[in-house]
Structures are given as C-alpha cells and as structure tokens.
C-alpha cells in the first residue's frame, strides 16, 4: 500500500493507494471514525450497481449502520436542489454529529457529498472514496466543496478536509476509455506545474495500457504534489492557483458547450493550451512549450484547441475566483515542470484572448 499524509495542522488525513483496497474500507474508515455509529453513503448510478453492495457490506462487517443515497449521473447532480436533498435525507437516516458521509464515486459525488458533509449539523465527519481518474489524482484531495450556481460552476462551497481518503485502482478499470483520458487531463497538468521529469514519463507513455501498467505511481505523484501544494496554501490565495493550470479558460470553454459538449477534462486540456500559448505572447513561457504540451495531450485524444466566443471568455474569466477587482491571477508556465501566477487586468486578458479566436 502507498501511503500519503496531508499535514494540516488538527486536519491531518492519509491518502491510501492499493488495488483491492476497497474491499478494507470498512476497517479503513472504522480506524478514522471509532465513534461513528451510522454512514451515510452517497454515490451516483452510474457507480451504485459497479460497487455499492460491496462497500456496503465491508462497512457493515465493520460495525456502521449504513444507507445508500444514490443521485442520478452527470453534473446536473451537483445542484443546490440536490444538495437539500440531501441534507433532507440525512435527517430521515438519523445522522448526528459523531456520524459521517462517505462519497463513493467521481467529482460530482464528492464534491456534492463534502458540501453536504460540511454543512448538514455544522458539520460531519467526511470520507472521500474516488473511482474515477479525475476524482483520485484532483478532486478527492484538498477538502474544496461545492455545489453549482446557475451563473457557473462550484460557487457555493466550502473547505472541509476528509478524514480519509480511499484510493483503489481496481475501480478504474470499469471505466470508458474517454472517461479515463478525461482525467488523464489533470495527471498531465501536474507535470506541466510541477514535475518535468513526470511529464516526460507520460509523453512517453501515450496508451491506456501504458498508463495503466503504471497507475500506482501515476496516483501517488499526482497525490503528492497535490498535498503539498495544500500543506502550504489551504486556502487557495497563493500556491494553490498553481493548480488551476487550464482551469481559467478551461471553463470558459465548458461554459461555451453549456457543460454538456465538452467534460471538464477536455476544457482543462484545450485551457492548457491557451495558457501556453497566452504565455508565449506575454514572454513568460518558452516557444517551444505550447507544441510540447499539445502533442502530449493530442496522443491521450484530448483537445488542444475548442472555439469559444468573446462573450464565453468574458463570462468566465468574470466569474473567475482567482479574480480580484479588475484584475485577474492567470497560471502560467515560465517552463515544463515550473508554473507562476501572473497578475494582469480582465480587460487585458480578453483583448489577448481574441487571438485565439
């Protein structure tokens, strides 16, 4: 097993790494909550009949009272309407305060099962159990909560650190090939921010199969990263935008497919691009980096290119938290493996974006 510990301090939590793993997670989060009588599951349909029984009854052998509260499929599901939902039927189940959640699933899942976690009675004690690339390498870590907004995505939310965090590769198996290249997105965005030599490892490693053959490692590097990056910025004013590598423009091109033509993933990929590109113009990034970038997730059939219009950028980049007055903290690359935020004005930042129009 590979073991990660995030150092905040009376928040510590570990991160555990192992095929199989899910199968222990019942003594795995009875360790972390040895008061906890009862465990609100949540999970979507899609992950319900793959793995819901099974945890279920490791849960129950150890000593919860356990119920599933399943949501339907897909980002319509991390909605306040849910979310209230939610909170509704946690009350039924009896959930006090020495109890917990558990979200079973992708980011959708765990996004809306944290939000829930950290709100419902003030606050309940929170489990994240990802099955999804994105979900384990990103999401899962870091304690960000959220639910969406009509005006965008994750506008309500929260920081609530899990108290455990239950990796087990096994999961990513069951999932489609375009679902896992989707997450492949984040995995390559750590190399970009932080790790040239990770980078080079996944360029050289364009296949499923390859990538597969390696997902422990990939995991725990991704992992690793991440939790140091949140030991010393939890709160995401200063090391932590480094992580929104894409993210800017990501989600002014998710905007501009109304969260339904293109995954996150993909938005983060071709917003991976934009930056290299925005960086070049602003004599932060290499020349030779955009082509780098692009080639690598080109061979993970990931976009590098999505048309967005002036009205999609300015949305985005107003509904932007890494915003501050007039200003925004775009992430930038001043090389592969070294990221950097850059202040500059909103308005700058649109008039640059009509080249890439």
Not at 289 to 309: Q, R
Request: aromatic share 6%; with cysteine.
């Amino acid at each position: 097993m590979k073991t990660l510990t995030v150092n905040l301090p009376g928040r510590e939590y570990d991160i555990l790494i192992e095929r199989g793993l899910l199968s222990q997670a019942g003594e795995r989060v009875r360790a972390v909550l040895p008061r906890a009588r009862k465990l609100a599951v949540v999970t979507d349909s899609n992950v319900e009949p793959l793995y819901g029984n099974g945890l279920l009854n490791s849960l129950s052998a150890a000593g919860f009272e356990c119920r599933l509260f399943v949501v339907p499929a897909g980002e319509e599901s991390k909605s306040p309407s849910q979310l209230s939902a939610l909170w509704e039927s946690f009350m039924d189940f009896g959930l006090t305060r020495t109890d917990g959640v558990a979200a079973l699933g992708g980011g959708v899942v765990g996004d809306l099962a944290g939000f829930a976690a950290a709100t419902i009675l003030r606050g309940v004690a929170f489990v994240q159990i990802p099955t999804t690339l994105l979900s384990q390498v990103d999401s899962s870590v870091g304690g960000k909560v959220a639910v969406d907004l009509d005006h965008g995505k994750n506008l309500a939310g929260a920081f609530y650190q899990p108290k455990l965090v239950l990796m087990d590769p096994d999961t990513l198996d069951t999932l489609p090939l375009p679902v896992f290249m989707d997450g492949m997105a984040e995995v390559v965005k750590y190399g970009c921010i932080w790790d040239r030599d990770f980078f080079d490892f996944l360029a050289a490693r364009p296949s499923r199969p390859e990538l597969t053959a390696d997902i422990e490692h990939i995991l725990y590097t991704c992992c690793d990263i991440k939790r140091q990056v949140v030991a010393k910025d939890e709160l995401d004013t200063g090391l932590r935008m480094i992580l929104n590598f894409g993210h800017t423009l990501g989600h002014a091109y998710e905007l501009a497919g109304h969260y339904i033509e293109w995954t996150h993933g993909q938005a983060v990929a071709a917003g991976m691009g934009a930056a290299a590109q925005l960086g070049v113009a602003l004599g932060v990034t290499p020349p030779d980096v955009p082509g780098k970038i692009e080639d690598t997730l080109a061979s993970l059939g990931l976009p590098t290119v999505i048309s967005c219009s002036r009205e999609d950028y300015a949305a985005a980049v107003g509904l932007d938290k890494k915003g501050a007055g007039a200003d925004i903290t775009l992430i930038l690359l001043d090389k592969i493996g070294h990221a950097l935020p850059r202040k500059l004005p909103k308005a700058e930042l649109l008039q640059r974006l009509e080249a890439l129009l």
